[in-house]
């Protein structure tokens, strides 16, 4: 089993009556209240906590993609990834980012996974996610009828593009190009390894089946009640003929760790708080726009978890209640520990991403955090699944071939 420490970067000073100020915490929350002095920190402190999880012993580290909220402050999860492919060595670099939809042409992600996949020696993991709606439908104005077509045809171009060796011509509904010629091409061949996050949809789980990807669930609502989820998952790659073995799926579960079980609560709880009421405070009416979910999600009875904020997202829960049922997994390093392993095996997952950064937590707090679990808990889940070959994760090239971040400057530079 792998680990990858997952990072949503949300805007920690939402002020104390933001749900009764604000109607959400996305789409047309103003940026007055956003600091950007205040944002330069943060966005350093958070790029220090990712470099950090990788010398704890963490498998990969993770960005993804969200606009117009405080909730995710990474637009660009590209820009994040390219500090990151610098300043680290060895973990993946696991982009959970680039909806598809939002970008015209396509070949725009294909260049710049590409060259991300380049810069870090082929760690990384190319993430292709159809987006929320919130995030391409209503920040990004894509038709939501149309948004599934689109998102096949430019995943088409994109895969063709890092395969091709010639320039090809590429005439499509959506993008119609005379020249489709990559430069740079990955390091990764045919292609990097490609995850397909997702909330619970038929369409996404035949899409990861019928082309091998990891089909990797993003739930805030804990693995107990992903559990009728992920069963739909492996029953429908049963369905269509895929083997079952457990690194084709990927879970994220948020997490909190200190020394005592005791101790935890009264650490971790104002951050906790933070996050499911604040950073979940959404509205309704820009939740799911008409149209955005297929027919065969509606007709199977799929929820998704931002239609559904009263009953999924854990919002006005005690700290007994997130506990208790499984949205956060808190304690000490033995009592995570037995909790992610039960996750493991319980939805058989062969990617454990977990967030060990939630809400307001601050720096020393998340560190700490990070180091225990990379002593105590990581070393001793690892061996879970490794009889099933993983080929779901890069195959970046030897430590030895793998350029070091300053090694041309001149002797005695400052870096």
């Given at each position: 089993?792998?680990?990858?420490?997952?990072?949503?970067?949300?805007?920690?000073?939402?002020?104390?009556?933001?749900?009764?100020?604000y109607h959400?915490?996305?789409?047309?929350?103003?940026?007055?209240?956003y600091?950007?002095e205040?944002g330069?920190?943060?966005?350093n402190?958070?790029?220090?906590m990712?470099e950090?999880?990788?010398?704890?012993?963490?498998?990969a580290?993770?960005?993804?993609?969200?606009?117009?909220?405080?909730?995710?402050m990474?637009p660009?999860?590209?820009?994040?990834?390219?500090?990151?492919?610098?300043?680290?060595?060895?973990?993946?670099?696991l982009?959970?980012?680039n909806?598809?939809?939002?970008?015209n042409?396509?070949?725009?992600?294909?260049?710049?996974?590409?060259?991300l996949?380049?810069?870090?020696?082929?760690?990384?993991?190319a993430?292709?996610?159809?987006?929320?709606?919130?995030?391409?439908?209503?920040?990004?104005?894509?038709?939501?009828?149309?948004?599934?077509?689109?998102?096949?045809e430019?995943?088409?171009?994109?895969?063709?593009?890092?395969?091709t060796?010639?320039p090809?011509?590429?005439?499509?509904?959506?993008t119609k190009l005379r020249?489709?010629?990559?430069?740079?091409?990955?390091?990764?061949q045919?292609?990097?390894p490609v995850?397909i996050?997702?909330?619970?949809?038929?369409?996404?789980?035949?899409?990861?089946?019928?082309h091998?990807?990891?089909?990797?669930?993003?739930?805030?609502?804990?693995?107990k009640?992903?559990?009728?989820?992920?069963?739909g998952?492996?029953?429908?790659?049963a369905a269509l003929?895929?083997?079952?073995?457990?690194?084709?799926a990927?879970?994220f579960?948020?997490v909190?760790?200190?020394?005592?079980?005791?101790?935890?609560?009264?650490?971790?709880?104002?951050h906790?708080?933070?996050?499911?009421?604040?950073c979940?405070?959404?509205?309704?009416?820009?939740?799911?726009?008409?149209?955005?979910r297929?027919?065969?999600?509606?007709?199977?009875?799929?929820?998704?978890?931002?239609?559904?904020t009263?009953q999924?997202?854990?919002?006005?829960?005690?700290?007994?209640?997130?506990?208790?049922?499984?949205?956060i997994?808190?304690?000490?390093?033995?009592?995570?520990r037995?909790?992610?392993?039960?996750?493991?095996?319980t939805?058989?997952v062969?990617?454990?991403?977990?967030g060990?950064?939630?809400?307001?937590?601050?720096?020393?707090l998340?560190?700490r955090?990070?180091?225990?679990?990379?002593?105590?808990?990581?070393?001793?889940?690892?061996?879970?699944?490794?009889d099933?070959?993983d080929?779901w994760?890069?195959?970046?090239?030897?430590?030895?071939?793998?350029?070091?971040?300053?090694?041309?400057?001149?002797?005695g530079?400052?870096?």
């Open positions: 089993m792998k680990f990858t420490w997952f990072h949503l970067m949300p805007y920690r000073w939402l002020p104390a009556d933001f749900r009764q100020r959400s915490v996305w789409v047309d929350l103003p940026n007055g209240i600091d950007p205040k330069h920190d943060l966005y402190e958070y790029l220090d990712l950090y999880a990788e010398q704890c012993g963490f498998d580290i993770a960005v993804n993609e969200h606009h117009q909220n405080a909730y995710g990474m660009s999860p590209n820009i994040m990834a390219a500090t990151l492919a610098r300043r680290t060595s060895k973990a993946m670099l982009v959970l980012g909806s598809i939809v939002c970008y042409p396509p070949t725009r992600i294909a260049e710049e996974f590409a060259m996949d380049v810069i870090s020696g082929g760690r990384l993991i993430g292709f996610p159809v987006g929320t709606s919130m995030d391409i439908n209503y920040c990004s104005g894509q038709n939501p009828a149309t948004v599934r077509d689109k998102y096949r430019g995943h088409d171009l994109i895969m063709k593009a890092w395969r060796r010639e090809f011509a590429f005439s499509g509904k959506y020249y489709v010629n990559l430069w740079p091409r990955p390091v990764q045919p292609n990097p995850w996050p997702g909330l619970g949809s038929i369409e996404t789980w035949d899409f990861c089946a019928q091998d990807y990891n089909y990797s669930y993003l739930s805030f609502s804990g693995y009640r992903a559990r009728n989820m992920m069963n998952y492996w029953e429908r790659r003929g895929a083997d079952d073995n457990p690194h084709s990927a879970f579960q948020q909190c760790i200190s020394e005592t079980d005791a101790q935890c609560e009264k650490e971790w709880w104002p906790v708080d933070y996050f499911f009421n604040k979940l405070h959404l509205y309704p009416g820009t939740s799911e726009a008409p149209g955005y297929t027919e065969a999600s509606l007709r199977a009875g799929i929820v998704s978890q931002f239609g559904n009263t999924n997202m854990g919002i006005d829960k005690s700290w007994k209640q997130l506990v208790n049922e499984g949205y997994l808190a304690g000490s390093p033995e009592t995570v037995q909790q992610v392993e039960e996750l493991a095996k939805l058989r062969g990617h454990v991403l977990l060990c950064h939630i809400g307001s937590a601050p720096a020393e998340v560190n955090s990070t180091r225990l679990a990379g002593e105590q808990i990581l070393p001793k889940l690892k061996h879970i699944y490794s099933y070959e080929r994760w890069p195959k970046a090239l030897p430590a030895a071939r793998r350029a070091k971040a300053g090694a041309s400057m001149p002797a530079a400052a870096r």
